[in-house]
Structure formats: structure tokens, C-alpha cells
């Protein structure tokens, strides 16, 4: 059964203006018959538009409309259990997917932890942080004044 404009509107609670232009756009694929009305099929319309709840109650109009509304046949059953076991198997993939990233993401906290640490080490070791500051002695004094050039050793 093929619906007019008229009672496709009807089917998913639409203006038929809205059926009209969902056509004229392209959204919908109707044929116009001998009369000059459109005739389309429920299934091309229950694709854009959803069925109001009188459709979806109504077990005789649930027929006329989309296969998708109704009882499925064992061929679209069977494509269904293929099709979700192949999602399945791709959510799987995904999770072994970022489980991998998750592993790597840890092992590079853990390298840049490590590396911050020894950086640090470093750092302490150059800017000699690890030793007690010298005590000055009055032999370290001479050693800095025979470092002064000798002009200044008489002056002061």
C-alpha cells in the first residue's frame, strides 16, 4: 500500500507541507500517479519520519508500514545477528585498542617520572647542592689575594 501526501502526513503526525517539501528536497522518494498525486511507499517515509503511536497500535496499518515497524523476516533477522556480531567484534578491537594506548600512556608517566627524577639528581650534582658550602679559612684568603693583580696586593 502506498501512501498520498495527504496520508503520510496523517501516518507520522506531519503537516502535508512538510511531506511535500521533504520530497521536493530530495529527503523522500515518491512517484506522482495518473492523477497528479504522490504516491509513496511507507518504507521510504517511516525512513525520515517516525509513525505517530496510532500506527504503531494499529497491528493492519503496522503491515502497510516500514518493515522496520513491523515483524522481521528470518533473512533481515539473520542480517541483524551478522551485523551486530560484527559490531561486537569491532567494539572488541577498539577496547583492545585503548587498552594498548592506556599501557602506553602509563609506560611514558612512569619514562618521564624517571627522567624528571634524574634530572633532578643532575642538577644537584652540577650546582654541587650535595656538598656543604666551604668554610672560609685565612689560607683560602691568601689563596685569593695572590689571585688579585699587583697593583691591587699593595693597596689594601
Known amino acids: 500500500m502506498q501512501y498520498t501526501a495527504g496520508q503520510a502526513a496523517e501516518a507520522t503526525g506531519k503537516n ?9 528536497s530530495g529527503k523522500i522518494s515518491a512517484k506522482k500517479d495518473d492523477s497528479g498525486a504522490w504516491r ?6 517511516y525512513r525520515v519520519f517516525s509513525p505517530t503511536a496510532q500506527i504503531l497500535r494499529n497491528p493492519k496499518m503496522r503491515e502497510d508500514a516500514s518493515p522496520a515497524q513491523g515483524v522481521k523476516s528470518p533473512m533481515q533477522d539473520n542480517g541483524l545477528q ?9 567494539i572488541k578491537a577498539q577496547d583492545e585498542i585503548l587498552a594498548d594506548r592506556a599501557d602506553t600512556i602509563a609506560d611514558l608517566r612512569a619514562r618521564l617520572d624517571r627522567e624528571g627524577e634524574e634530572r633532578r639528581k643532575l642538577a644537584a650534582i652540577l650546582t654541587d647542592q650535595t656538598r656543604p658550602a666551604a668554610v672560609e679559612t685565612p689560607a ?8 688579585r693583580p699587583w697593583w691591587r696586593r699593595f693597596s689594601g
Do not use: G, N, V, Y
Open 140 to 147: 683560602a684568603d691568601q689563596a685569593a689575594a695572590s689571585r
Open 40 to 45: 509513496i511507499e511507507p518504507a521510504e517515509l
Open 82 to 90: 551478522i551485523e551486530l556480531a560484527t559490531l561486537r567484534e569491532r
Open 16 to 24: 502535508i507541507a512538510t511531506i511535500t517539501r521533504a520530497i521536493k
